[in-house]
C-alpha cells in the first residue's frame, strides 16, 4: 500500500480525502461473502474494511502511526454518509458503521471531492511603503494657505522670485516611520518568511491576510515571561482560576502545594475530566478558524523536521496572545503528564498519550466548515506539538533579528535624509574619519629593528693547512 506524501499548499485536507478515497476503493481487496443463505460477490465486511483502512492510514506518512482503530471507524461513517461505499442492499447516507460482520460494497462511482473557485492571486504578500511618498490626500496644489496682506516687503520678495533673483520655496515631504509602518513591517516580513519555507507563490490560498493581526505578532514576541510564556494585558482573557490550578495540580502531580481540597481514589481523572470540560466547550480552537489551512498545509512538511518546526514557529506567532498563552499552558501540561511515572492511568482504555490526543485535539485544532479528515490531522498535529512544543512556541530568533534590522535600516535612512548634517557628524563616512583620524605610522616590531642592527653573518667554513 503507497500513499504518497502530499506537501504543503492550498486544499491539502481535501487531497488527502480524494486520495485515501482513491486508494481504499481501488486497492481494498474484494472477495464472496455469504449473509442469510445468499451469496454476494465483490464485497467486504465492516471489520475487514477496518483492518485494511487502519493499516494504510498508519503506514501513511501523512497520518502516522497514532492513528486510532476507532478513528478508522469514524473516517468509514463518513465514507458512508458521502457514498464512497454503500451496503450490500444499496443503503447509503446513513452513519451506522460499526466495527461488524456487517456487508459493504463500492457503488459504481464514487465522486471527489471538488476544489473550492477562490479570486486569483497576487504573488507579493504585502508591498512596502514608500517612506519618500506624500500622505494619502495631500498634493502641492491643494495645501491650504492664509492669505497673505501685501505690502512693500512682501512685493519686492514676490518680484524677487518671478524674475529667478531668488529660487522659490518648494514643500519637500518627510515621511516618519511611526507605529503602524513598524506594525506593517512586522506583518509582511512575517507573512514573507512563512511563504518562504512552504515554498509557495502566494500565501492568499491558505490563508486571509487581511485578517492577520500584526499586533498579535509584536506582544507575542516582545510580551513574554522569562519561561517563554505569553503575558496578558487584559487579565479577563486568563484562563479561570479553577482552570489555572487543576492544570498545576496534574503537571506537577503529586506534588500539588496549592491543593486545599482533600485527594481520593480516582481524583486526578475527575481533576482531567475538568480541565477536559473547560478546553472542549472553547467556542473556537486554540488555533482558530481562521488560521486552519495554514496549519494543515505545514503539516506536509514534517518529513522536514526542522523547515516544519519553522513553519510552526511562526504559524503560532500569528495566534491572539490569550490563545497562545492557553496553547502553551495546555501544551506543558500535556508533556509532564505523559513524563510522569507516578501519575496512574487517567483512562481505562487507552494510554496516556493517546489520551491526551484525543481529549485535545479538537479543541487544538479544527475546522469551522465540515471537514471529513480534520480528526486525523488534528491527532497528527498535536502529537508533533508534544514532541516540540518547546522549539515551536518559542520565538524565531532569525525572523526577530531580520525584522529588528530592517526597522532601524529605515529608521537611519531617514534620519538621514531628514538631517544630513547631524547624520554626517554622528555618522561618519570613510572619508571623513580620514580626515579627522589622519593614519599615524606603524611602529616596527623589535624583533625586526634587532634584525637590522645584528643581521646573520654566513657561516664561512676555513682550512687549516700544517706546514
Known amino acids: 500500500m503507497e500513499h504518497r506524501i502530499v506537501g504543503p499548499g492550498p486544499y491539502r485536507a481535501t487531497k488527502l480525502w480524494n486520495e485515501t478515497v482513491e486508494l481504499f476503493r481501488t486497492r481494498m481487496p474484494l472477495r464472496k461473502h455469504r449473509c442469510r443463505f445468499k451469496s454476494y460477490e465483490h464485497c467486504f465486511t465492516a471489520a475487514e474494511?477496518?483492518?485494511?483502512?487502519?493499516?494504510?492510514l498508519r503506514c501513511s506518512q501523512n497520518f502516522g502511526?497514532?492513528?486510532?482503530?476507532?478513528?478508522?471507524?469514524?473516517?468509514?461513517?463518513?465514507?458512508?454518509?458521502?457514498?464512497?461505499?454503500?451496503?450490500?442492499?444499496?443503503?447509503?447516507g446513513q452513519e451506522d458503521f460499526e466495527d461488524n460482520r456487517h456487508l459493504y460494497r463500492f457503488p459504481p462511482s464514487s465522486p471527489l471531492k471538488p476544489y473550492p473557485k477562490k479570486p486569483p492571486y497576487q504573488k507579493d504578500v504585502i508591498k512596502f511603503p514608500e517612506w519618500n511618498d506624500p500622505p494619502a490626500g495631500t498634493s502641492q496644489e491643494n495645501i491650504p494657505v492664509r492669505p497673505v496682506v501685501m505690502n512693500s516687503e512682501m512685493w519686492y520678495k514676490r518680484h524677487s522670485i518671478a524674475i529667478g533673483e531668488v529660487p522659490a520655496c518648494r514643500l519637500v515631504y518627510r515621511r516618519q516611520l511611526t507605529e503602524a509602518n513598524v506594525e506593517e513591517i512586522w506583518k509582511s516580513m512575517t507573512l514573507s518568511y512563512l511563504q518562504k519555507i512552504l515554498g509557495l507563490d502566494s500565501l492568499e490560498e491558505i490563508l486571509d491576510i487581511k485578517l492577520v493581526n500584526s499586533k498579535f505578532i509584536i506582544h507575542n514576541v516582545y510580551s513574554v515571561s522569562k519561561q517563554g510564556v505569553v503575558i496578558l494585558d487584559d487579565k479577563s482573557k486568563e484562563l479561570p482560576h479553577w482552570v489555572l490550578s487543576a492544570m498545576?495540580?496534574?503537571?506537577?502531580?503529586?506534588?500539588?502545594?496549592?491543593?486545599?481540597?482533600?485527594?481520593?481514589?480516582?481524583?486526578?481523572?475527575?481533576?482531567?475530566?475538568?480541565?477536559?470540560?473547560?478546553?472542549?466547550?472553547?467556542?473556537?480552537?486554540?488555533?482558530?478558524?481562521?488560521?486552519f489551512d495554514a496549519f494543515v498545509s505545514v503539516l506536509?512538511?514534517?518529513?522536514?523536521?526542522?523547515?516544519?518546526?519553522?513553519?510552526?514557529?511562526?504559524?503560532?506567532?500569528?495566534?491572539?496572545?490569550?490563545?497562545?498563552?492557553?496553547?502553551?499552558?495546555?501544551?506543558?501540561?500535556?508533556?509532564?503528564?505523559?513524563?510522569?511515572?507516578?501519575?496512574?492511568?487517567?483512562?481505562?482504555?487507552f494510554g496516556t498519550r493517546t489520551l491526551m490526543v484525543q481529549t485535545f485535539s479538537r479543541c487544538i485544532l479544527c475546522s469551522k466548515d465540515e471537514v471529513d479528515l480534520d480528526e486525523l490531522l488534528a491527532a497528527r498535529l498535536v502529537t508533533f506539538l508534544m514532541d516540540n512544543y518547546q522549539e515551536i512556541l518559542k520565538v524565531p530568533v532569525a525572523l526577530q533579528t531580520s525584522i529588528e534590522e530592517r526597522v532601524a535600516h529605515l529608521r537611519r535612512v531617514q534620519f538621514q535624509k531628514s538631517y544630513p548634517e547631524v547624520y554626517q557628524e554622528r555618522f561618519p563616512t570613510p572619508e571623513s574619519e580620514a580626515l579627522l583620524f589622519p593614519e599615524k605610522p606603524k611602529p616596527k616590531p623589535q624583533l625586526l629593528l634587532w634584525a637590522l642592527k645584528n643581521p646573520f653573518q654566513p657561516f664561512q667554513r676555513t682550512r687549516s693547512f700544517r706546514m
Open 49 to 56: 474494511a477496518v483492518d485494511w483502512l487502519h493499516e494504510l
Open 65 to 92: 502511526p497514532e492513528v486510532t482503530r476507532k478513528q478508522t471507524v469514524q473516517l468509514l461513517k463518513k465514507f458512508l454518509k458521502n457514498h464512497v461505499i454503500e451496503d450490500i442492499k444499496g443503503k447509503w
Open 248 to 291: 498545576k495540580c496534574l503537571a506537577n502531580w503529586p506534588n500539588c502545594s496549592d491543593l486545599k481540597q482533600p485527594m481520593y481514589l480516582g481524583f486526578e481523572k475527575d481533576v482531567f475530566k475538568t480541565i477536559a470540560d473547560y478546553y472542549g466547550h472553547l467556542k473556537e480552537p486554540l488555533l482558530t478558524f481562521h488560521l
Open 300 to 349: 506536509g512538511l514534517l518529513q522536514k523536521e526542522k523547515m516544519a518546526i519553522e513553519a510552526f514557529q511562526i504559524c503560532c506567532l500569528l495566534l491572539p496572545p490569550e490563545n497562545r498563552r492557553k496553547l502553551q499552558l495546555l501544551m506543558r501540561m500535556m508533556t509532564r503528564i505523559c513524563l510522569n511515572k507516578e501519575m496512574p492511568p487517567l483512562c481505562d482504555g
